[in-house]
T-cell receptor, first 116, second 115 residues
Framework: AQKITQTQPGMFVQEKEAVTLDCTYDTSDPSYGLFWYKQPSSGEMIFLIYQGSYDQQNATEGRYSLNFQKARKSANLVISASQLGDSAMYFCAMRAAYSSASKIIFGSGTRLSIRP | DTGVSQDPRHKITKRGQNVTFRCDPISEHNRLYWYRQTLGQGPEFLTYFQNEAQLEKSRLLSDRFSAERPKGSFSTLEIQRTEQGDSAMYLC?????????????FGDGTRLSIL
């Protein structure tokens, strides 16, 4: 069965510092996709970044980068130069890319708080 | 902006009543998903459609829940005889099947409160 584990329920970071949010996953599927979503207090889920299991390079999207270590089954999100607006819940998620089951499995999330 | 739209944003109802939520996906997306999110947890998959066909349902989707997407565009999620445990945020998402693994784009959700 697929599973996403986020071991940091909450983190506090000083503004302008970089932050790493941890994510480990478990799957027996040979091909899969990993996602990170941001959920501010207003509730909407905002897609941040995607990493395919066969992608050779780590994904980057502006201040977001995904530190993908396939052998360790980890997909940590790195946010550089954090801003006050980065305060939110962050969810790591996974989908089996070639499965007929198109659902995404989410982790329990990490609440990130940026201190001014 | 033509993102995923959900209506209503909030719904408060008495236990035992029926409720229906609507989701309008991004227009060119043929996949539509429903998730449920309780406080402090990540979203949990309920069901998904490809065009008008409902292809998968979670065991979380009891007999009191039904979802439709009659013309492959908007979708409705109905909960009959609501119970206290149905209180949650109901999220709709859509995605395209074109190209590499596509992200699901979420709406703002419908927050359901059962009195």
């Amino acid at each position: 069965a697929q599973k996403i584990t986020q071991t940091q329920p909450g983190m506090f970071v000083q503004e302008k510092e970089a932050v790493t949010l941890d994510c480990t996953y478990d799957t027996s599927d040979p091909s899969y996709g990993l996602f990170w979503y941001k959920q501010p207090s207003s509730g909407e889920m905002i897609f941040l970044i995607y990493q395919g299991s066969y992608d050779q390079q780590n994904a980057t999207e502006g201040r977001y980068s995904l530190n993908f270590q396939k052998a360790r089954k980890s997909a940590n999100l790195v946010i550089s130069a954090s801003q006050l607006g980065d305060s939110a819940m962050y969810f790591c998620a996974m989908r089996a890319a070639y499965s007929s089951a198109s659902k995404i499995i989410f982790g329990s999330g990490t609440r990130l708080s940026i201190r001014p | 902006d033509t993102g995923v739209s959900q209506d209503p944003r909030h719904k408060i109802t008495k236990r035992g009543q029926n409720v229906t939520f609507r989701c309008d996906p991004i227009s060119e997306h043929n996949r539509l998903y429903w998730y449920r999110q309780t406080l402090g947890q990540g979203p949990e998959f309920l069901t998904y459609f490809q065009n008008e066909a409902q292809l998968e349902k979670s065991r979380l989707l009891s007999d009191r829940f039904s979802a439709e997407r009659p013309k492959g565009s908007f979708s409705t999620l109905e909960i009959q005889r609501t119970e206290q445990g149905d209180s949650a945020m109901y999220l709709c998402a859509s995605s395209s099947t074109v190209g590499a693994d596509q992200p699901q784009h979420f709406g703002d959700g419908t927050r359901l409160s059962i009195l």
